[in-house]
């Protein structure tokens, strides 16, 4: 089922996708600091930090090399400040262990401080288009109503096999199909009920759609 998805998504991505800062040169380096910034943080809101923060740091070595009160001043504002020193102590590690090339393996970079399962998937896909899955919670979202999965998204069991499932269904585009699906989660696969159906290229192969029940998914339980 969702092999399908690939074509309707990527030709709905070429044609609205958001330009981003972080778009225009996907570098591994530049991909993973806004991978960071977005945790937590809306992107209008990160797009004046992430600029800053590559105008200072633009490569891994002087991130690497900052005094750590450079690094939280241009964090400031953004909060959660652990990650700001999990990113420097990963530039760190990057530098010591690989000679400042982020590492193009899904097991070094998962093994780096604050590097998590979905951001490593999307360093991976998006840098070096490795095949793997990106999965937060837009796209828990999106594919619980495209499968009108009624499974709780914060369960990891269901977490894990979204994962698999979407491994098995990846395109070559495998970058952009990742983005595709978050970016369809972040403008028109809304949460809090109110997703934007009529509008989505998922519409005719989507079932919660189907069967009117979009609104309710997904569950979401503590």
């Known amino acids: 089922m969702l092999e399908q998805l690939a074509e309707p998504l990527l030709s709905w991505y070429d044609e609205h996708a958001r330009i981003l800062p972080w778009r225009e040169e996907p570098t591994a380096y530049r991909v993973w600091v806004s991978e960071i910034m977005l945790q937590q943080t809306r992107v209008e809101a990160v797009k ?22 450079r690094v939280l001043k241009l964090w400031e504002g953004l909060g959660y400040y652990s990650r700001a020193r999990n990113l420097q102590r990963a530039a760190q590690v990057v530098v010591e262990r690989y000679q400042g090339q982020v590492p193009a393996s899904f097991e070094a970079l998962r093994s780096l401080p604050g590097v998590g399962d979905y951001t490593t998937g999307a360093i991976a896909s998006i840098a070096f288009q490795l095949p793997v899955p990106a999965v937060d919670g837009n796209v828990l979202r999106v594919i619980s109503r495209v499968l009108c999965r009624y499974d709780n998204i914060l369960d990891a069991k ?34 809090g009920g109110a997703p934007r159906c009529l509008g989505c290229p998922l519409h005719p192969v989507c079932r919660a759609a189907a069967q009117g029940v979009a609104q309710e998914l997904p569950v979401k339980a503590k």
Do not use: H, I, W
């Not at 004046?48 to 900052?66: G, K, N, W």
């Open 158 to 191: 269901v977490k894990r096999r979204t994962e698999e499932e979407l491994r098995q269904a990846l395109p070559q585009r495998v970058g952009d199909f990742n983005q595709s699906l978050m970016e369809l989660g972040a403008l028109v696969c809304l949460p």
């Open 48 to 69: 004046p930090y992430y600029d800053r923060f590559l105008e200072a740091f633009p490569t891994v070595e002087a991130l690497a090399a900052a005094p750590e009160e």
